[in-house]
T-cell receptor, first 116, second 111 residues
Framework: AQKITQTQPGMFVQEKEAVTLDCTYD???????LFWYKQPSSGEMIFLIY??????QNATEGRYSLNFQKARKSANLVISASQLGDSAMYFC?????????????FGTGTRLQVTL | KAGVTQTPRYLIKTRGQQVTLSCSPI?????VSWYQQTPGQGLQFLFE???????NKGNFPGRFSGRQFSNSRSEMNVSTLELGDSALYLC??????????FGEGSRLTVL
């Protein structure tokens, strides 16, 4: 069975600072994908970044980067230069490599609060 | 490009009733999946449809069902509603193994 663990229920960060949200995963699959989503209070899940298990380089998307350490089974999200609009819940999720294209296993989430 | 559209956004039902939720995926996306989000259980996978066929199903009772139409629009139905069915129901669409793009969800309250 697959499992995603997010150990930080809540985080505070000052505006313009960088923040790292932790995510560890457990799977016996060789092929899998890792995702990060942002969920503001409106409820919509916003796709941020994706890392495939065979990708050798860490994924980056604008201010978001994914620190992928395969041996440690961790996929931490790094947000640089935090903005007030980054305040939201953040979920790490995993998908098995094949045959289950849309079945994601989610972590419990981290609530990020950006302060002035 | 229009995103995933879910209707209705909010609804209130009473125990024993049934409810139908609708999801229109991003144009060109043929895979539609549904998730239930509750404070206690978090985000849980309900089912996935691809080209009108259910491709995957989560661990939910048979009261939860869904279907997909030829235009990729999808509906999910919950019959004989229970208090525990109160949740945010999220629909997502994707291209094959690409990223899932979610709608804003349908927030169901069962009284």
């Amino acid at each position: 069975a697959q499992k995603i663990t997010q150990t930080q229920p809540g985080m505070f960060v000052q505006e313009k600072e960088a923040v790292t949200l932790d995510c560890t995963y457990d799977t016996s699959d060789q092929s899998y994908g890792l995702f990060w989503y942002k969920q503001p209070s409106s409820g919509e899940m916003i796709f941020l970044i994706y890392q495939g298990s065979y990708d050798e380089q860490n994924a980056t998307e604008g201010r978001y980067s994914l620190n992928f350490q395969k041996a440690r089974k961790s996929a931490n999200l790094v947000i640089s230069a935090s903005q007030l609009g980054d305040s939201a819940m953040y979920f790490c999720a995993m998908r098995r490599g094949t045959g289950t294209a849309s079945k994601l296993t989610f972590g419990t989430g981290t609530r990020l609060q950006v302060t002035l | 490009k229009a995103g995933v559209t879910q209707t209705p956004r909010y609804l209130i039902k009473t125990r024993g009733q049934q409810v139908t939720l609708s999801c229109s995926p991003i144009s060109g996306h043929r895979s539609v999946s549904w998730y239930q989000q509750t404070p206690g259980q978090g985000l849980q996978f309900l089912f996935e449809y691809f080209s009108e066929t259910q491709r995957n199903k989560g661990n939910f009772p048979g009261r939860f069902s869904g279907r997909q139409f030829s235009n990729s629009r999808s509906e999910m139905n919950v019959s004989t509603l229970e208090l525990g069915d109160s949740a945010l129901y999220l629909c997502a669409s994707s291209l094959s193994l690409g990223a899932l793009f979610f709608g804003e969800g349908s927030r169901l309250t069962v009284l």
